[in-house]
């Protein structure tokens, strides 16, 4: 089973901050099959980005995944209001399809 | 638009059955692209995928090795839903237990339909 680990577990930031977000796997996560997903309280996760870098259909342009292997990223260019949420990466290269653990991003 | 709404029980007591339903509107449980998949959510466990059953020319079924022996995921084609069915549950079990679609892009690993989740308590 491959183990993902999110840092920081918490990250407090101001609207307009740029926001940065690690995933690292416990082995390599094969054909970068690797996503991000938001959740809101009181809310089913939504997928944000897939194969580490492709944005979900309507999801704004300031999100975006990087990393390959073993290390992955998701990087929140400039934060909205709406942005403070926790995040999840989740790998689905190999079942069973691992979730980590999740950062909360709050407001400063 | 892909929409999936879940039913069952609150409450379950130790040592017996937990069973949730997931009723699929906008799409087909015999897709054969999609696969039809259950997760759950607890402080202690975080998100925690347990399994899923789709069809390619004939049914599959993929559980997490953590509930195995004790999960069955089950289509019912003619109500055009999915079950899930865990026994012999411990208060460790308390969770809120999403279903979910994998589809997207053709993916049947991307999850991107989800239930409204159900929180399911187990206690005597």
């Known amino acids: 089973e491959i183990v993902l680990t999110q840092s920081p577990d918490t990250l407090s930031l101001s609207p307009g901050e740029r926001a940065t977000l690690s995933c690292r796997a416990s082995?390599?996560?094969?054909?970068?099959?690797l996503a991000w997903y938001q959740q809101k309280p009181g809310q089913a996760p939504r997928l944000l980005i897939y194969g580490a870098s492709s944005r979900a259909t309507g999801i704004p342009d300031r999100f975006s995944g990087s990393g390959s292997g073993t290390d992955f990223t998701l990087t929140i260019s400039r934060l909205e209001p709406e942005d403070f949420a926790v995040y999840f990466c989740q790998q689905y290269g190999s079942s069973p399809y691992t979730f980590g653990q999740g950062t909360k991003l709050e407001i400063k | 638009q892909v929409q999936l709404q879940q039913s069952g029980p609150g409450l379950v007591k130790p040592s017996q059955t937990l069973s949730l339903t997931c009723a699929i509107s906008?799409?087909?449980?015999?897709?054969?692209?999609?696969?039809w998949n259950w997760i759950r959510q607890s402080p202690s466990r975080g998100l925690e995928w347990l399994g899923r059953?789709?069809?390619?020319?004939?049914?599959?079924?993929d559980y997490a090795a953590s509930v195995k022996s004790r999960i069955t995921i089950n289509p019912d084609t003619s109500k055009n839903q999915f079950s899930l069915q865990l026994n012999s549950v411990t208060p460790e079990d308390t969770a809120v237990y999403y279903c979910?679609?994998?589809?997207?892009?053709?993916?049947?690993?991307?999850?991107?339909?989800w239930g409204q989740g159900t929180l399911v308590t187990v206690s005597s």
């Open positions: 059953t789709y069809y390619r020319s004939k049914w599959y079924n």
């Open positions: 979910a679609r994998g589809g997207y892009g053709g993916n049947s690993r991307l999850f991107d339909y």
């Open positions: 082995q390599s996560v094969s054909s970068t099959y």
């Open positions: 906008g799409d087909s449980v015999s897709s054969n692209s999609a696969a």
